[in-house]
């Protein structure tokens, strides 16, 4: 069932790395509150287990479809392709700040701007 899940291995030595930590923990806590192993959350998006523990552990870079799937898989409120609407920036100059735009009272992922440059780099080489 595995099929790709990710756009580049290796990413942890990069500027990148701790973002896509951050963003694996959230896959991890999400997963962990829907009640499923990665093995089932695997068998559900059509990727393999393996793969949705690289992406948690932040190991592998996710393609957008597995992003969509887990979303929806997971009953995330919006996703991060949602067209802006729920993943919002902010451009604070030193640094970037993640938000989701339907819980504005909630903490929000502050990221080095240059660890946001080479990730938006490492998502555009898809």
């Known amino acids: 069932m595995e099929s790709g899940a990710d756009s580049g291995a ?5 500027a990148g790395g701790e973002f896509l930590r951050c ?8 997963r962990e509150q829907g009640g499923l192993t990665q093995a089932q959350l695997g068998e559900r998006v059509g990727y393999g287990e ?3 523990a690289a992406v948690e552990q932040g190991r592998r870079i996710p393609k957008p479809e597995l992003i969509d799937a887990v979303g929806r898989v997971l009953g995330a409120r919006g996703g991060a392709r949602n ?13 970037v700040l993640v938000r989701d735009s339907k819980r504005p009272g909630e903490a929000s992922l502050t990221v080095g701007a240059g ?12």
């Open 115 to 126: 660890e946001w440059a080479a990730f938006m780099r490492m998502a555009e080489r898809g």
């Open 23 to 30: 963003f694996g923990r959230q896959i991890k806590l999400l």
């Open 50 to 52: 393996a793969q949705i």
């Open 83 to 95: 067209g802006g609407d729920c993943v919002e920036v902010a451009d604070a100059g030193t640094a």
């Open 10 to 14: 290796g990413a942890e030595g990069e």
